[in-house]
């Protein structure tokens, strides 16, 4: 993903890495700081995409398969809580649980209807697996690592050990397209706990593509109106796309035809631009995509996916041409070229024009002064030829009167000599 942007970004740090390997090609009031901030500043440039949708709408498949063709983010049967992962790039697989400060705790529990009726049934599980709270919230270190993710579940799942105290999982993850695109991984429901919700809104807000994932099939309803409400409204139009998750489990082609006309006619959908038009709106098979990653890297399936392998086999959808998920990841480029990549490119371009255009009005300015010099010397060339004329016409002139005056001397010389 993202390969021609990366090809023109790699070619700019090139332009920099020149620029500083040789600094005397710059005009002398630019600072060498300047420029190895600008470098650094194109270096860390990042891209964020969420995924939203309810639960089981097939966010967490659809990101294995983008990401890492293989089941790295769990997928079960058992619901996750609401509970938004980050995934981002690191050079070994870790973990990282966010959990709540002992100030964010203490609001919690304050909110009484929300501690009777979510928390405290999570505390007491927690206590049957041996995890109190004390031993959590009151810590000075709020984030525990650990350096694989096995442990996921104990983290998100609903029964998790470690899930009642948690804020916000990260996940790092050795992955080429991650040191481009950190990827949000939202809950697709509005969260009790109004802490969650609020960080899984600040981090929609930071993204520049998202990505709301729907089911063939499945009508949109107050759950995912509720959510669009309270998470999407401010995201801008350009930056949304919607997915038609699981085509595959449409039996014919007339029927997924009519969901999405009845999509498209959706009034209050439209509203809020969640599926505005035909183009962006994607139709998907993750589920068949993530096999067909799977397959091709030789991993192997476990009786799940097994499954399902033959059942998606039989209807096509372990075709690249018929899961499309390269339509989704090509969606999702434009998206972010269009709302970031463009103008992180262009910035820069025009920032390195810049600093040659000075560098071109100095060196003009240099050349006329040289010329203007050359000028002079040619003019004062001029009149040394004059002068040299002058003295040859002058030389000649002398030479001729020489020549008639020598007889006359040399005559005066004999009489001279005569009369001595
Ligand atoms: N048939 C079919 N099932 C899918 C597809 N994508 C996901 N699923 C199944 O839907 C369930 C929920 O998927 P998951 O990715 O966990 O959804 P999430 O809760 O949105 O993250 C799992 O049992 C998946 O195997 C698909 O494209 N086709
Ligand atoms: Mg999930």
Redesign the pocket.
């Known amino acids: 993903m993202l390969q021609e942007y990366k090809d023109k970004k790699n070619k700019l740090l090139n332009q920099y890495d020149k620029i500083l390997k040789f600094p005397n090609i710059l005009s002398e009031d630019i600072k060498i700081e300047h420029i190895q901030e600008k470098k650094k500043q194109l270096e860390e440039e990042h891209f964020f995409v969420s995924f939203t949708?309810?639960?089981?709408?097939?966010?967490?498949?659809?990101i294995n398969a983008l990401l890492f063709g293989e089941e790295v983010i769990p997928?079960?049967?058992t619901p996750?809580t609401a509970k938004i992962t980050i995934i981002k790039y690191g050079e070994k697989p870790m973990l990282e649980a966010t959990f709540y400060s002992k100030e964010e705790w203490e609001v919690l529990e304050s909110n009484q209807e929300f501690y009777e009726e979510f928390l405290k049934p999570d505390i007491e599980k927690s206590v049957n697996k041996g995890v109190y709270v004390n031993e959590i919230i009151n810590k000075t270190a709020k984030i525990k690592k650990e350096n694989d993710l096995e442990n996921l579940t104990e983290y998100v799942a609903r029964d998790g050990k470690y899930t009642p105290f948690v804020n916000l999982v990260t996940l790092y993850y050795p992955n080429e397209i991650l040191k481009e695109i950190t990827i949000v991984?939202t809950p697709?429901t509005n969260d009790p706990n109004k802490l969650r919700d609020k960080v899984a809104k600040e981090w929609i807000h930071k993204t520049n593509a998202n990505i709301y994932?729907t089911?063939a099939n499945q009508a949109m309803d107050k759950v995912d109106i509720d959510f669009i409400d309270n998470f999407l409204l401010s995201v801008p139009k350009e930056q949304k796309l919607t997915v038609v998750?699981?085509?595959?489990?449409v039996n014919d082609t007339d029927g997924l035809e009519e969901y999405i006309t009845e999509l498209l006619a959706d009034e209050s959908l439209k509203r809020r631009e969640i599926v505005s038009d035909r183009e962006s709106l994607v139709l998907?098979?993750?589920?068949?995509a993530l096999i067909d990653k799977m397959l091709t890297k030789e991993l192997s399936l476990n009786e799940?996916l097994e499954y399902?392998a033959k059942e998606l086999d039989e209807k096509g959808f372990l075709e690249p041409e018929n899961h499309k998920l390269s339509t989704l990841e090509k969606m999702i480029e434009q998206k972010l070229i269009q709302n970031k990549g463009q103008n992180i490119l262009e910035t820069h371009i025009k920032f390195l024009d810049s600093l040659f255009e000075k560098r071109v009005i100095e060196l003009t300015k240099k050349i006329n002064v040289e010329k203007s010099n050359l000028n002079y010397l040619f003019t004062e060339n001029k009149d040394l030829e004059k002068k040299l004329e002058d003295i040859y016409n002058f030389n000649y002139t002398l030479d001729k009167s020489t020549r008639h005056f020598i007889p006359f001397i040399q005559l005066k010389s004999h009489k001279l000599i005569i009369y001595i």
Do not use: P, R, W
């Not at 998750?245 to 489990?249: L, V």
């Not at 998907?284 to 068949?288: E, Y």
């Open positions: 949708g309810q639960i089981k709408a097939g966010k967490s498949t659809l997928s079960d049967d996750h991984d697709g994932i089911y998750n699981k085509i595959d489990s998907v098979s993750g589920l068949g799940e399902y």
